[in-house]
């Protein structure tokens, strides 16, 4: 499966250590197996909204997308979260991290040695029902993007969507990331067929821009 950073070289990496990201919203939370539970809640009755996005919807499948996102923390190249809703302390749905990449930069390099990625994907991103159209997603990203930008100095940080999906497309769209190109039969989709993904991206010198959006949408 290609992804965002397929120009990125494979070098050593170490398992990333958990944190937790909050908003007056929400609270990004890591994921662990005791959330299996909430998550299947989360997702229960809305069948509909998860056309496009792979969603635990039973106790087994909710353990075993846990578990996976974990070693993936343990590989070092993703970062899970529940999101909690601060108000009342129920988990909403999730979102990470994922496809970190640590460039073979050069002896001599600025970026050389450094224990943070340099690009990354946000995604594996749902919400329950009542969640959907709140601050909830927004602020989100904001935590995300903020801490990929401003803590981990991140230099790009993409998105990959269903091309069916308007819905994100346009989501996307509005935060100010970038549309990039269409790749025919990206990934396995939800429905079990090979996907044409639409990519979207923000560089480093964009974010300041796009936090203006997001922080305006938020206020």
């Not at 994907?121 to 995300?144: C, P, S």
């Not at 190109?181 to 989709?189: E, F, P, T, W």
Request: proline fraction near 4%; aromatic fraction near 10%; glycine fraction near 6%.
């Amino acid at each position: 499966m290609r992804s965002c950073n397929e120009k990125a070289v494979s070098v050593t990496t170490m398992a990333i250590t958990p944190f937790t990201l909050t908003g007056r919203h929400v609270r990004l939370e890591p994921l662990e197996l005791r959330h299996a539970g909430d998550l299947v809640a989360a997702s229960a009755n809305s069948p509909e909204l998860y056309r496009w996005s792979p969603v635990p919807q039973t106790e087994q499948a909710a353990i075993a997308y846990i578990r996976t996102a974990l070693q993936w923390r343990e590989d070092g190249t993703a970062m899970a979260f529940a999101t909690v809703r601060a108000a009342d302390g129920v988990v909403i749905g999730s979102t990470r991290f994922f496809d970190l990449a640590y460039w073979g930069w050069p002896e001599g390099h600025a970026r050389r040695g450094r224990a943070e990625p340099d690009v990354g994907e946000i995604g594996y991103t749902w919400l329950r029902q009542d969640a959907v159209r709140t601050a909830a997603n927004t602020e989100a990203k904001l935590l995300m993007l903020a801490h990929a930008f401003d803590v981990w100095g991140i230099l790009r940080v993409c998105f990959h969507t269903d091309i069916r999906n308007e819905r994100s497309r346009a989501a996307l769209g509005r935060i100010g990331a970038k549309f990039e190109a269409v790749l025919r039969s990206h990934r396995i989709a939800a429905d079990f067929t090979p996907r044409d993904s639409a990519r979207f991206s923000i560089l480093a010198a964009e974010w300041p821009d796009v936090r203006a959006k997001l922080e305006a949408r938020l206020s």
